[in-house]
């Protein structure tokens, strides 16, 4: 089964501070996401990126940052959290798997975040 | 820019149908169908593509105009384990770049 994980289910910052989020998937998939889930907004893409050490800017890209340095891996960064990132964050994979493409995303449980 | 869907919510009683619209502005590769239940990820029904293929869940069915850029959602004689926020996503281009709708929560009532 693929699997996606995802550093912490629940996270509680304060303001100000650097904030590291990290995501593991173990399909050998090349593409990784970011999103972040607010309750009527759906899912809205952060950063995503295609390959190891390669990142794109998704729709709302402004106060994150992001690290792929190995393929399973992509870390979602907060430079300098505020109460505005209070929000769910999902993370998710997709890409060749086992030889074919895999169409569907994987997302991982999810990281709560609370900035105080 | 994040497809449009509709409706927002909906209540049903187990065994009715319901049908979920999606609609973008922009020219689409494929569509893709996820469902979320409360407290849990994402997981993929369905994905339509340019062209006509499907690929995806056996109970549920789903069209896709490509001329309109629309898409619906088909879930006849709901279960229980129907209820949850489903969500579409747009492929504009073949890039597995996803464009997530708002969601449309379901919940389905015995």
């Known amino acids: 089964d693929v699997k996606v994980t995802q550093s912490s289910r629940y996270l509680v910052k304060r303001t100000g501070e650097k904030v590291f989020l990290e995501c593991v998937q173990d399909m050998d998939h090349e593409n990784m996401f970011w999103y972040r889930q607010d309750p009527g907004l759906g899912l809205r893409l952060i950063y995503f990126s295609y390959d190891v050490k390669m990142k794109e800017k998704g729709d709302i890209p402004e106060g994150y940052s992001v690290s792929r340095e190995k393929k399973e891996r992509f870390s979602l960064i907060l430079e300098s959290a505020s109460t505005n990132q209070t929000s769910m964050y999902l993370c998710?994979?997709?890409?060749?798997?086992?030889?074919?493409?895999?169409?569907?995303?994987?997302f991982g449980p999810g990281t709560r975040l609370t900035v105080l | 820019q994040q497809p449009v869907q509709s409706p927002q919510a909906v209540i049903l009683r187990e065994g009715e149908d319901a049908v979920i619209n999606c609609s973008s502005s922009?020219?689409?590769?494929?569509v893709h169908w996820y469902r979320q239940k409360h407290g849990e990820a994402p997981v993929f029904l369905m994905i339509?593509?340019?062209?006509?293929e499907q690929k995806g869940h056996e109970k549920i069915s789903a069209s896709f105009n490509e001329k309109k850029q629309q898409s619906s959602l088909y879930l006849t004689a709901s279960q229980l384990s129907y209820s949850g926020t489903y969500f579409c996503?747009?492929?504009?281009?073949?890039?597995?770049?996803?464009?997530f709708g708002k969601g449309t929560r379901l919940h389905i009532l015995p």
């Open positions: 922009k020219a689409l590769y494929s």
């Open positions: 339509l593509l340019k062209g006509g």
């Open positions: 998710a994979s997709t890409g060749l798997a086992g030889g074919s493409r895999s169409v569907e995303q994987f």
């Open positions: 996503g747009t492929e504009p281009n073949r890039d597995d770049k996803i464009i």
